[in-house]
Every structure is written in structure tokens, then in C-alpha cells.
């Protein structure tokens, strides 16, 4: 079993965003993993090993698309217990989901994984696209949003939980596969996979990197690929016309009156 | 709470320290470290920051609130959350840190596992003493433990699966150990029965860990009254059988919970020893030596007792200083009238002393702790005699300091903290009433801060004909001379150049008094003595950091700029508001001050 997980890096989501020539301004941003991957490889962690020995049953590969310079969050990926990394060199800010998406396929096949597990988006831009489209463009089965994940290793396949507006709806995905992680997922019963025993609690959330995951994460194996190792045209079909900070709030004012509130807001306001 | 503005903050302090001040990286270059590369102890030191604040404080208030309790048939129970956090803990590997790759620890520097500790201690010090007491007993069975001991307790402490704990106190005998009564009697097959009553014991019971791994001391049958009669016993709550797993309990009875003011996370507990079944224990160390081996533990228990009152110290500070930045209240002085804006109070004068006086404390104190670790760190890397002996002698004179000085000054930041707060801070909607009660205890646990001053000055000050002291008073004026003839710091360094020949006069004067015979007028005011070397220390431990702040100012940026002006403008306000202290209190020692000595027991 072989599983294959997707890892962005992204402008630190706590910092305010900096405007320049109609862009948002990243040259000074400090840059972070991004929250659901991390969620995506606590789920293939729990799914790959017995929590009890620590034994793995399935070898995790991470894998990032970005400058082959700017790939620290692999590093901090590793040191939570991924087995090695793959890195597209390509500047990923140039790129549309699609070539993204393009380019993961490419490692997903080269790769010859059963499993790929995505976060379910990332939080600068917000997308929700990618796994989507990798599952589309590989033609396999997709659940997405996962909440739970039962790994059916008889049955091959993965059993996922996935909350919807009327519940939470079940689907069994045979593999190879395609699974977007939710929050949910990271609740210490979320994921079972048939070898730590189902009642085992985890810690909720991603795990920590331990002391010793740190210091082995430098000497794992980052295989650095370009666009073109994998056939793939990087590009975008997408062109910014241009962003704008939202305008500044205006002042507020003190009114005398219920009644004159309620024309401002009526009037100026064009609330009511 | 999370509390993330005290865990910024102390990312920055610590970087500032180990690397900048005392530049841990040079322990590299002994060769004893060199598994770890040049950017790794940051790496490590900012992974325990992280593990600190989402580990250990989200559950400090719950291990406040639900304080440890003893069920009808003498178990205990404790939050949850504890066992969680803990476990996390041992997992991040945080428990092995310092000791050795051969006995499964990660081989760190001293140094940098107390930074470690320095942010777990800030996040949740109660949490926090339950691997602290068993990494310090693991480390005393490592230098003295028989191969069997080793063998079958060693690992699983390391591992986290045993803790450990260190058992001196008795109802009849805490400050004075050589009065404690607990006997281990000789059997047949080279063990020992262990009867008696202990008192205080820290983590003495609970369900944390597979097992505990009990550090005894008592008194071999026949062997000398005295601390000359005393030996260590390792005494398991359940035996261990040959092949590894646990055997029968071992005649350990928990016979009370101690409740206490603060602390409370950390269960404290009275034991029975062989009361109601046989106790057995196993010989640590040589026969009537086991105060010299619980030392070895003390050493390290005791730097680590201070530097956990520092950063209880410090986390208050942080949690102050960032309401003095939101609490909005009156006027400046010359802006009194009703519509002048008000201001925050950290725009006081009198709020800004308090912050200050805290800041001053706990950096300092913070340095301090520090530089003994990495002390230690050189000497069990110093390859020659000499380097030993002279690293032995600055451990020595220091220990009580650093264990004394902060668990007096960090409970003072911690009362300060509450009065910028006013109201506030006396409820338990802040932290900061719950940390001076945590903190409240680190004056009393590891030799009271008065035993402390005695050690100093009736022992370390003393011995070798004073051998240790001159030793710490060359290491400061080399400081001094480092550092006299950067113009921005020469205020600092005839202040402190001044108060090292006024403690070097007042303890030539006090030594001569006691060459005169008169020990009880010589020792009467040896926590005055304590108070003011460590003054002048900490008064060191702050021209280190002003010296290497001055030093990088013109390289620095913005931010670090107001970090390093802040710590040039600290060192100058210890050198005016506390240094001066030492005045008053060498004026009194050098007059061999009778006034507490001679009070009539019947006046009071
Ligand atoms: C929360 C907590 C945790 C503890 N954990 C442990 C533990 O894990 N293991 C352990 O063995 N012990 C532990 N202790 C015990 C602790 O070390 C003792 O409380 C301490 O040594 C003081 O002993 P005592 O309480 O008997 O006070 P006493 O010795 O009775 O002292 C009372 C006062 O008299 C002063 N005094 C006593 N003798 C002298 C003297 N010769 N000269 C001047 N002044 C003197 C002391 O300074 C103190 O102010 C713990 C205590 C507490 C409160």
C-alpha cells in the first residue's frame, strides 16, 4: 500500500495581507504548511500504522508542487512521520488548479500509488479544486470532505464518512483512490484502519513532530522532479485582472435620534 | 488558554539567550554533540515551544481546579487531561532529551533540554514535575545504578512507561535529614526491607505510568546516626519480574493526599513503606552514601526548581504587560482634564516600574538558569582535571542562587503581575492568582530558601578557604572586562565592579567571624547573604545580555531593535532600582547584625 499525500505551503493565514501592482504581495510573507494537508497526513499516519507498536503498514509519500528551493514544509511533513517527499519545481503561484492537478497525476502514476489524500482546500485560496480534478483526470473514484475513514482492507477499499446539509452520508471508494479530508477527520476515533484497535484514542488534531521526527526528517529521501519529468505543460488558463484590498471603512457617525437612524439606515446605509 | 503571547515571546528570549548570549552551538565543536547539526537546537528548542503551548497550557486551569483525590480503596484519581498531555510529552520524546542515545534518549545538551523545560515549566510547571522528577531519577541510576538496576528500570523510565520519584522528606524530619528515621534492614539474598513513614512526596502515586520507581532514603540497620549513616534505595511500587513485566505490589501504602495551595497538578502524597506487606529495595550507590547520590540529583532538581519559579515568573509578565497594552485608564498627570483621552495604564509611570521590576526578575533569572546548564554541559564534556574542578567550583556556589534566588524573585514578578492587573488580577478569570500559588512553593520544596542561604554561605562560600567564590567573583570581573570599554554599558560595569568588592570585603569580614568561633552570629544572616550575592549575580547574568545587545544593535532590524533596547534599558534599571539593595544588606552583615539573632523567644 502505497499513499500518496498532497502538501502546500501557503502565506501565514494569521498575518495581514500586503497589496502591490494589483497583487497580493508575498515577497515578505513567512510561509506555513497548510492546515488541511496537515489533517490529509495525520490521516494517512492513522491509516498507515498500528498506533499500538508503531508498526507501518503503508509507506507515505508527500508530495508538494512549488519552488524546489521554498520546500521547508516537506521538512516539517517528514518530521511528522511521512517516509520521503516528492517536490515538483515549478513556481505553483503561476499555476491554475488544473496544471496543479496535472502535475499530481503525473506523480500519482509514476508513483503507481493506491491512495491520494488531499486536504479539502487550501486556505489562501480557497479552492477546493484539486483533488477533484486529479480524480477526474486519473478517471478513479472520489470522496471527498472525509470525516472518517475506515480503511476496508479485505473489501480493498476505503469506507468514508462525509458530512453533508441533511447528515452524514457513507461511501466505500474500492481502491486506487481519492479521499479530501475535512476537519472532522482529525477527532481521535476518526480513522480506523483494522490494524490499531478501533477503540484507541488519538490526541485530537495533527500530531506534533517528535524530537527524534525532526531530527530524521533532514536525512529522508525529497526526490526533486520538473514539470516535464511528468509530461505536463505548467501553465495557467487563468489570468488575474487584478486585486484590490477591500475599501477602508468610513467613519461612523453618532445620530441624534431613533428616527434619524432609521433614515441613514434607510437612505445612506441602504439597509432597510 | 493558550496563552500564545507569552510563547512568542520566550521564542525570542531563548533564541536570544542560547544563541546569542551564550552560544550554545560552540558545545558542538567538543565533538560530544556532533550527531546534531549547526540549526538543529533551535529547531528542537521552537518544536518544545509549540509542544508547550498546545500540550501542556490548554489544561493547566483543569489540573488546578480538580485537584488530585484519594478513592475508598487508596487509588487516586486524576484529570484526564493530565495523562493526555503527558503522554503526548513522552511521545515528542521530550522525557529523554538530556540523557544518553544508549539508554534511548535523544543525547541534547543539558542546556537545551532546560530550555525545554523552560517552556513546559511556563505552560504548566505542575504537569511538567512529573518528567522532570523521573528524567533526574533515570540520570541517577545511569551514574550509579548496578548493571541489574540499570537494566531493568533504566529503559522503561526513559521511555516514559515508569516514572520516578525522589523520597527524603519525613513528618519528623524535612529540613534536617540527618534526623530521618526510615530503616532498611539486610536480607539474606543482598536486598533490603524498607520500614517507614515518608512525607511530600511528589508524584508518589497515581495510575500516569505502569510504574513508579521510588528513590529511598534511609538508615541501614546499625549504620551511623547522621547524614553519614544515610543510604539510597531503588524501591519499585510494583516488583518487576525477571523477564520484564510487572509482579505483585510491593508493599508501598499511599496513607494521605496532601492539599495544597497551588501546585496542584502535581500529586503530593504520604507513603508507608513495608507498613502492611514486605517493602523490598536494592542498594543504589555505595553503602552511607546516599545523600552524596541524591545530590547528584539535587544539583540538577535544584537549578530546575528556580528556573520553573522564573518562568511561572515570566509567563505572569507576559500576560501582564499585554493588558497594560489594552486596559484603558486614567490620565497623565499634566493631561488630568475630563476630555483628554485616557490612556492604557502602561502609559504609567508607577505601571511601567512593576512591569519592569518583573522583567528584570525573570530575564535575569531566566539567564542565570541557562548558564548553569550549559555549565554543566561543559563540564561533562571538559576533558581535563583542572577544567572540572574550576566548573565544579562555579556549579557549587551557584546551585543554592540559582535554586533560592528565583523562587524568591519569581513569586515577587508574579504579586506584580496581579497589581497591574488591580482587581482583576485577584480573580480567576486571569491566570496570574494561580500561578503565585504554584509559585508559592518553590521556596519551600528542594532545602527551603533559608537552608540555602546556609548551604552558601556555611558550605560553598567557605570551603577550600574560599576557593569556589573567588572563582565566581574572577568569572564576573571578566565580564567586566569584556565589556568596560563599550561606552553604553559603562554605568553597568562600575555599578557591578563596585558591588563585587563590597561583597568580596563583606564575606572577607564575615570569615573572619567565624574564624573567631562565633558560628551562630556568622550564619544569622546568611539569607541576607544569599539575597545579595544573587543580586550581584543576576546583576552579571544582566550585563551579558546588555553587553551582547549593545553589541548587535547596528546590524539589527526594526523589531529586533525595540528586543534589544528593551534589554539594554532592563539591565540599566536593575543596576539603579535593585542593585543598590546590596548596601544595605552588606552594611548589615559586616556588623555581624545580632537584632534577629538576640530577640527574646519569649518577646515575640
Ligand atoms: C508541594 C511539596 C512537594 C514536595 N515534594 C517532595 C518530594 O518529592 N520529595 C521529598 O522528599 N520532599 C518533598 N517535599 C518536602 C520539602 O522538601 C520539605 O517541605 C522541605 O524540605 C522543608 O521541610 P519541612 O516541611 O519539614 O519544614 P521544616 O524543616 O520544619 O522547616 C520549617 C521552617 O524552618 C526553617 N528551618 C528548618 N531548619 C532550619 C535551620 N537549621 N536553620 C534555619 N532555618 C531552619 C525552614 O527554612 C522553614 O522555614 C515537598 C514539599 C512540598 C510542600
Known amino acids: 500500500m502505497k499513499i500518496l499525500v498532497t502538501v502546500k505551503r501557503i502565506p501565514d493565514p494569521d498575518a495581514s495581507v500586503k497589496f502591490a501592482n494589483g497583487a497580493v504581495d508575498t515577497s515578505s510573507a513567512k510561509w506555513v504548511p497548510n492546515e488541511f494537508d496537515q489533517y490529509a497526513v495525520e490521516t494517512a499516519l492513522r491509516l498507515a500504522e498500528d498506533a499500538k507498536s508503531k508498526k507501518r503498514h503503508a509507506e507515505i509519500v508527500v508530495c508538494s508542487v512549488c519552488p524546489a528551493a521554498q520546500r521547508q514544509h516537506i521538512t516539517t511533513f517528514l518530521a511528522m512521520g511521512a517516509d520521503r517527499g516528492v517536490v515538483v519545481d515549478a513556481d505553483d503561484t503561476a499555476l491554475d488548479s488544473q496544471a496543479v492537478a496535472k502535475l499530481i497525476a503525473g506523480v500519482f502514476k509514476k508513483e503507481g500509488a493506491d491512495l491520494l489524500v488531499c486536504g479539502k482546500l487550501s486556505q489562501d485560496t480557497e479552492g477546493n479544486e484539486v483533488g477533484q480534478r486529479v480524480a477526474g483526470l486519473l478517471d478513479l473514484p472520489i470522496a471527498s470532505f472525509a470525516g472518517g475513514v475506515t480503511w476496508d482492507q479485505d473489501g480493498k477499499a476505503m469506507v468514508v464518512s462525509r458530512e453533508v446539509d441533511d447528515g452524514v452520508e457513507t461511501k466505500k471508494v474500492p481502491l486506487p483512490s481519492v479521499i479530501t479530508c475535512d476537519l472532522r477527520v482529525v477527532l481521535p476515533q476518526s480513522v480506523k484502519n483494522g490494524v490499531t484497535p478501533d477503540d484507541y484514542t488519538y490526541n485530537e488534531g495533527p500530531r506534533l513532530a517528535s524530537l527524534r521526527g525532526i531530527t530524521m526528517a533532514k536525512r529522508k529521501k525529497v526526490e526533486q522532479l520538473k514539470p516535464a519529468d511528468l509530461d505536463v505543460e505548467a501553465g495557467s488558463a487563468i489570468s488575474n485582472t487584478g486585486v484590490n484590498p477591500p475599501p477602508a471603512r468610513a467613519a461612523g457617525q453618532i445620530v441624534e435620534s431613533v428616527e434619524q437612524l432609521v433614515e441613514k439606515l434607510a437612505t445612506e446605509a441602504k439597509v432597510l | ?604
Not at chain 2, 493530565?82 to 541534547?108: H, S
Not at chain 2, 510547571?125 to 531519577?137: D, K
Open chain 2, 1 to 604: 488558554m493558550s496563552r500564545p503571547e507569552v510563547f512568542a515571546a520566550l521564542r525570542r528570549d531563548l533564541a536570544f539567550l542560547l544563541d546569542e548570549v551564550l552560544d550554545v552551538g560552540a558545545l558542538r565543536s567538543t565533538g560530544a554533540f556532533s550527531q546534531f547539526d549547526a540549526d538543529d537546537f533551535g529547531t528542537l528548542v521552537d518544536a518544545a515551544i509549540e509542544a508547550a503551548a498546545k500540550l501542556f497550557a490548554p489544561c493547566a486551569e483543569v489540573l488546578d481546579a480538580e485537584e488530585p483525590a484519594m478513592r475508598p480503596d487508596g487509588s487516586v484519581c486524576v484529570p484526564d487531561e493530565l495523562a493526555t498531555a503527558l503522554n503526548a510529552y513522552i511521545e515528542g520524546g521530550y522525557l529523554g532529551a538530556a540523557l544518553p542515545e544508549d539508554v534511548g534518549g535523544m543525547g541534547l545538551p543539558y542546556v537545551i533540554a532546560q530550555a525545554m523545560y523552560a517552556a513546559f515549566f511556563a505552560a504548566n510547571a505542575p504537569a511538567a514535575a512529573y518528567p522532570m522528577l523521573t528524567a533526574a531519577a533515570a540520570n541517577v541510576l545511569r551514574a550509579f545504578g548496578t548493571d541489574a538496576q540499570k537494566a531493568t528500570f533504566l529503559r522503561p523510565m526513559v521511555e516514559g512507561r515508569y516514572f520516578g520519584t525522589m523520597v527524603l522528606s519525613e513528618p519528623e524530619a524535612g529540613s534536617s535529614l540527618a534526623d530521618l528515621r526510615t530503616r532498611a534492614i539486610p536480607q539474606a539474598d543482598g536486598t533490603y526491607h524498607i520500614v517507614g513513614n515518608k512525607m511530600w512526596i511528589s508524584g508518589g502515586e497515581h495510575d500516569l505510568s505502569e510504574n513508579i520507581v521510588h528513590l529511598v532514603l534511609a538508615r541501614i540497620e546499625g549504620a551511623p546516626a547522621g547524614i553519614k549513616g544515610i543510604s539510597m534505595f531503588l524501591v519499585p511500587k510494583r516488583r518487576v519480574n525477571p523477564d520484564g513485566t510487572l509482579g505483585p505490589l510491593n508493599g508501598v501504602t499511599l496513607t494521605g493526599l496532601n492539599h495544597k495551595m497551588g501546585y496542584r497538578g502535581t500529586i503530593n502524597t504520604a507513603l508507608a513503606f513495608g507498613a502492611d506487606a514486605p517493602c523490598v529495595g536494592t542498594l543504589v550507590g555505595t553503602e552511607h552514601r546516599g545523600m552524596a547520590t541524591m545530590f547528584h540529583m539535587m544539583n540538577e532538581a535544584r537549578t530546575g526548581v528556580g528556573l520553573g519559579a522564573t518562568m511561572m515568573g515570566y509567563a505572569g509578565y507576559r500576560v501582564s504587560l499585554e493588558y497594560a497594552r489594552e486596559r484603558v485608564q486614567g490620565r497623565h498627570p499634566d493631561r488630568r482634564g475630563a476630555d483628554e483621552p485616557a490612556v492604557p495604564i502602561l502609559e504609567h509611570a508607577d505601571v511601567r516600574r512593576m512591569l519592569l521590576t518583573q522583567k528584570v526578575y525573570v530575564e535575569g533569572g531566566l539567564g542565570l538558569g541557562l548558564y548553569c546548564a550549559k555549565l554543566i554541559d561543559e563540564h561533562a564534556t571538559a576533558t581535563d582535571a583542572e577544567t572540572k574542578e574550576a566548573l565544579d567550583d562555579l556549579l557549587a556556589v551557584l546551585t543554592p542562587i540559582a535554586k533560592a534566588w528565583p523562587s524568591e524573585f519569581g513569586p515577587r514578578a508574579n504579586d506584580l503581575a496581579i497589581q497591574v492587573l488591580g482587581g482583576a488580577g485577584y480573580t480567576r478569570d486571569w491566570p496570574l492568582e494561580r500561578y503565585y500559588r504554584d509559585n508559592r512553593l518553590n521556596p519551600i520544596h528542594e532545602g527551603t530558601n533559608g537552608i540555602q542561604g546556609l548551604d552558601l554561605l556555611g558550605r560553598k562560600v567557605t570551603a577550600h578557604q574560599g576557593r569556589a567564590f573567588r572563582r565566581l567573583l574572577a568569572a564576573i570581573r571578566a565580564s567586566i572586562g569584556r565589556f568596560e570599554s563599550v561606552e553604553a554599558l559603562q554605568e553597568l560595569t562600575t555599578a557591578l565592579d563596585g558591588a563585587v568588592g563590597l561583597v568580596a570585603e563583606t564575606t572577607m569580614k564575615l570569615g573572619a567571624a567565624a574564624m573567631g568561633g562565633n558560628v551562630r552570629l556568622f550564619l544569622a544572616n546568611a539569607t541576607e547573604y544569599l539575597h545579595m550575592l544573587g543580586h550581584v549575580v543576576i546583576a552579571w547574568m544582566w550585563l551579558e545580555q546588555a553587553g551582547t545587545a549593545a553589541a548587535r544593535m547596528d546590524q539589527a532590524s526594526e523589531d529586533d531593535r525595540a528586543f534589544l533596547e528593551g534589554k539594554l534599558h532592563a539591565a540599566r534599571f536593575f543596576t539603579r532600582y535593585e542593585l543598590p539593595r546590596i548596601e544595605r544588606q552588606a552594611a548589615l552583615l559586616q556588623r555581624l547584625d545580632d537584632t534577629a539573632l538576640t530577640m527574646p523567644a519569649g518577646a515575640f
